[in-house]
């Protein structure tokens, strides 16, 4: 039997591609040589040879040059081309490596995505790390976002509680710690790429991260990490019994919120981040036990808000915090509990509002801090209970503003506070309860204004305090009620006072006999 051979009635694709190639070079040769004759010949008519022979001969080494200068031109225009080719090739190659690279990418990432699917903890803590190993491998910026917004999207599911430690839920219990496991190492992972310098290998700094909603009952470290440029939410977070540290965090550019997040229980810290720009948001965030660290904190530009929060327990420390620009808000606040405190802290320069804020209860206190430039203002806030301190606190530039506000109980202490420049505004405001004390105070520059207040409960007392210099004015104000002490103070009486309280002083008021006027 014959064997079975291939037809040789067209050549192989071998010597295809041989004639091929040579067709190609041989009309490449051609066409190189009659763009040259082209180029020669132009060169000779722009000299004008037709010419140049009743006067003088054209010599060998004259039409020699021009013969190099065509090829010359010739093969420039030839090095262009490939170079050009070269490039589109090259693009070619590297558009093919990216659709192979995404490729793979989408198959190892539905593999991943079906591991968190399983029933089984380890197989989803599998899939975890998988996603995890993608999002740093991932051949571009929207892919690798796609995997990290597969993680957030997982915290973000409903788990069941923790059944307990009855013998009866054992089974139940174990599974709740072996999924919580995974919830745990999703926040340690986050953490640990976008604490990487942005632009080196695994940093996931400038993508997007969506908590929104997921409670956090791990730890979680973002120390040293940078927000910029990109969109962060724990906005309706929990923080109940971890520890979460932002220190030295930098929020140079970016939107950040947690808008209702509920701190109720752990440790949350950014002591010494830089809030240099952007958005950041604490707006309706409830601060009901745990502590919540802002120590050494720097607000220098952008906008911080805490609008609404509500203060009803454990401890918020902004103590040593740096306030030098931007936009620090606290209007609407609710101090109804706990402690805040702006211990040693300096105001040098942008906006800290305390508007309508109010302190029912709490222990808030600026004691020993610095207001230097800027502006802060307490307008229209309302202190019904709880102590409010600006204990040895200096003020010595900017502006501090009471305007309008209510003191109708608790206590309000500038005791040996330094008012040394700037101006204090307690305009129009009204002390109808509580006590509110200026006692060893010095007023030894610049200008505090009481016009328009009214003293008609409680007990407002100046006892020591030394008016060495600058305007302390009480033009306009009113005393019907309560208790108002100048006892022992030094220097010369506030301007207005006497008109304001009137002589002799009513039932109340007390001043000192340097101030009276001398009997006819």
């Given at each position: ?265 752990g440790d949350v810290s950014f ?103 800027g502006t802060v203002s307490f ?142």
């Open positions: 039997m014959t064997p079975n051979r291939r037809p040789r009635s067209a050549p192989n694709e071998r010597e295809l591609r041989l004639w091929r190639v040579g067709r190609a070079l041989t009309l490449a040769f051609a066409a190189a040589v009659l763009v040259a004759g082209g180029v020669f010949y132009f060169l000779v008519v722009l000299l004008d040879v037709q010419e140049i022979g009743a006067t003088a001969k054209l010599d060998a080494k004259t039409l020699f040059d021009l013969v190099k200068l065509s090829f010359g031109v010739v093969a420039g225009a030839g090095a262009l081309v490939a170079l050009v080719v070269a490039y589109r090739r090259q693009r070619v190659d590297e558009a093919g490596a990216h659709r192979e690279a995404t490729r793979l990418h989408t198959e190892r990432f539905s593999q991943a995505v079906d591991k968190l699917g399983s029933d089984s903890p380890a197989v989803r803590l599998g899939g975890v790390h998988a996603l995890a190993g993608l999002a740093d491998d991932a051949p571009d910026n929207s892919l690798r976002q796609t995997c990290i917004d597969v993680l957030c999207a997982y915290l973000q599911l409903p788990f069941t509680p923790d059944p307990g430690t009855d013998p009866a839920h054992q089974e139940e219990h174990h599974r709740y710690l072996a999924f919580r496991k995974v919830r745990h190492t999703i926040l340690r992972l986050i953490g640990d790429h976008y604490r990487r310098p942005k632009g080196t290998h695994r940093s996931w700094q400038g993508c997007d991260l969506d908590l929104t909603g997921v409670t956090i009952d791990g730890d979680m470290d973002f120390a040293g990490a940078t927000f910029s440029g990109s969109t962060v939410s724990f906005a309706g977070a929990t923080f109940s019994g971890s520890t979460v540290s932002f220190g030295d965090a930098t929020f140079s550019g970016s939107t950040v919120s947690f808008a209702g997040a509920t701190f109720s229980d002591g010494d981040a830089t809030f240099s720009g952007g958005d950041v948001s604490f707006d309706g965030a409830t601060f009901s036990d745990g502590t919540v660290s802002f120590d050494g904190a720097t607000f220098s530009d952008g906008e911080v808000s805490f609008g609404g929060a509500m203060f009803s327990g454990g401890e918020v420390s902004f103590g040593d915090a740096l306030f030098v620009g931007g936009t620090v808000s606290f209007g609407d606040a609710t101090f109804s509990d706990g402690e805040v405190s702006f211990g040693g802290a300096m105001f040098s320069g942008g906006e800290v509002s305390f508007g309508d804020a109010l302190f029912v209860g709490s222990t808030v206190s600026f004691g020993g801090a610095m207001f230097v430039d307008g229209d806030a309302t202190f019904s209970a709880g102590t409010v301190s600006f204990r040895s606190a200096t003020f010595s530039g900017g502006t501090v503003s009471f305007r309008h506000a209510m003191l109708s109980g608790g206590e309000v202490s500038f005791r040996s506070a330094t008012f040394s420049g700037g101006t204090v505004y307690i305009d129009d405001a009204m002390f109808s309860g509580g006590e509110v004390s200026f006692r060893s105070a010095t007023f030894s520059s610049g200008t505090v204004y009481f016009r328009n207040a009214t003293f008609s409960g409680g007990t407002v007392s100046f006892r020591g305090a030394t008016f060495s210099g600058g305007t302390v004015s009480f033009r306009s104000a009113t005393f019907s009620s309560g208790d108002l002490s100048f006892d022992g103070a030094i220097g010369s009486a506030p301007q207005g006072l006497l008109a304001a309280v009137g002589t002799p002083p009513p039932s109340g008021v007390t001043l000192p006999s340097a101030w009276l006027p001398s009997a006819p």
